[in-house]
């Protein structure tokens, strides 16, 4: 998939004309000027591609415009080229992709019947095989989700590991997923606790 140049740059025009705007839209809770905005970067966004995005400021207030390219590798090529065009002059933070978190590894999705579930990740465990490839398969023993359908789990700890590791380790570094209320009592001694995650991926 090709950016294409003009659109690329027509967009950033917009956003530094725009930027101090935003800024107001978002601190006044300015809700006719917001709906604009919203309007805008999405028809801007959404024409490049499936992206979401966010916008707002961090844990250090610095200001913060956000690409997610929803787990997708090809995507995640377009959204770091469409940030690789950001005016730094602005002094924003741009992100082709989402962070990781400091967080308490709690956290909410909606299962398949549309209802809000409530996650606590803080005692899972993990087995992790790396692959050839330097990529590593991933075995979560998390029993308190045991209960839910196969995806749905899935997809639990696939935004697990958005929040913990960043979106961008999640693509490129995990090769698949798998969850199960308990590991193997073979494979017991080789389980790792959560806490450890991070570090396994060379993350601090």
Do not use: C
């Not at 809700?31 to 805008?40: A, D, G, K, L, M």
């Not at 590798?73 to 400091?102: G, H, N, T």
């Not at 308490?104 to 465990?125: A, C, H, K, P, V």
């Not at 749905?152 to 697990?160: D, I, P, S």
């Amino acid at each position: 998939m090709q950016i294409n140049e003009d659109k690329l740059e027509a967009f950033w025009q917009w956003f530094v004309k725009n930027s101090t705007i935003i800024k107001e839209v978002i601190e006044h809770n300015d809700t006719n000027q917001s709906e604009r905005i919203v309007e805008e970067l999405n028809n801007f966004i959404l024409d490049f591609g499936m992206f979401t995005w966010d916008i707002g400021q961090n844990e250090d207030n610095v200001w913060f415009f956000l690409i997610s390219p929803n787990g997708d590798p090809e995507l995640l090529l377009m959204s770091q080229r469409i940030m690789a065009d950001a005016p730094s002059y602005l002094e924003w933070l741009f992100l082709s992709s989402r962070p990781s978190k400091s967080w308490d590894r709690q956290f909410s999705i909606y299962n398949n019947e549309m209802d809000l579930i409530q996650i606590d990740g803080t005692y899972w465990s993990y087995l992790a095989f790396e692959e050839d490839n330097g990529q590593i398969e991933l075995v979560f023993e998390a029993q308190n989700i045991a209960h839910l359908d196969e995806e749905t789990a899935e997809f639990a700890v696939n935004q697990f590991l958005v929040n913990e590791l960043g979106e961008q380790e999640r693509i490129l570094k995990v090769s698949s997923v798998t969850v199960v209320p308990i590991i193997d009592e073979e494979d017991q001694e080789d389980k790792y606790p959560i806490d450890l995650l991070r570090s396994h991926f060379g993350i601090e």
